[in-house]
């Protein structure tokens, strides 16, 4: 069976506007959806997560659950929940995570997973991979790179990769014009 893959783009120069990031690509979900992001700590993965939130409309403030691994948000309206998981803790595959009941929440809500890279991709054929990388790197530099790099230090490149039939014309390139 062949996978499909839609790939793009976006140059994130703000903490807001990978918030912003986050709100357009909510306009492009729907119940169902798997969303994986990848990024090293403090990357923005919970920042995008956010946007996802306030543009899928639901209720209370999303924030990490590491402490936690899954927080579910109820929709203000008639969308579709969104269960917030942090898979980083969790060392197992998809075993260890059956505990979270992934399987049941995915067909009525939007499941987005920070760190489940190689631990869930299995719940969906039709999934989204979110990578985020820091788009400068800080060693060997003189004092002018090091002050660019300051500048540049919230700077990410973010690629947004649909695989599966549903993200062929789901709108991903126009996530890449703002």
């Excluded at 090293?40 to 924030?63: D, F, N, P, S, Y």
Aim: proline content about 5%; glycine content about 12%; cysteine-free.
């Amino acid at each position: 069976m062949s996978t499909t893959a839609t790939r793009t783009h976006v140059t994130v120069k703000s903490p807001d506007r990978m918030q912003e990031l986050g709100r357009r690509l909510a306009a492009l979900l729907r119940p169902g959806d798997l969303v994986l992001l990848t990024g090293e700590l403090g990357a923005g993965k919970t920042t995008l997560t956010r946007g996802l939130g306030e543009g899928l409309g639901v209720r209370g403030a999303v924030t990490s659950p590491t402490f936690v691994i899954a927080r579910v948000h109820p929709p203000l309206s008639g969308g579709p929940a969104l269960v917030h998981v942090d898979a980083y803790r969790l060392g197992g595959g998809l075993d260890e995570m059956e505990d979270l009941d992934l399987d049941v929440s995915l067909p009525d809500s939007v499941v987005v997973v920070e760190w489940g890279d190689g631990k869930v991709e299995e719940l969906s054929d039709n999934r989204l991979h979110v990578v985020i990388e820091r788009a400068v790197g800080a060693d060997g530099q003189g004092p002018l790179e090091a002050a660019l790099e300051s500048a540049a230090d919230d700077v990410r490149e973010v690629t947004v990769t649909g695989i599966g039939a549903r993200w062929t014309d789901a709108g991903l390139p126009e996530l890449a014009t703002d």
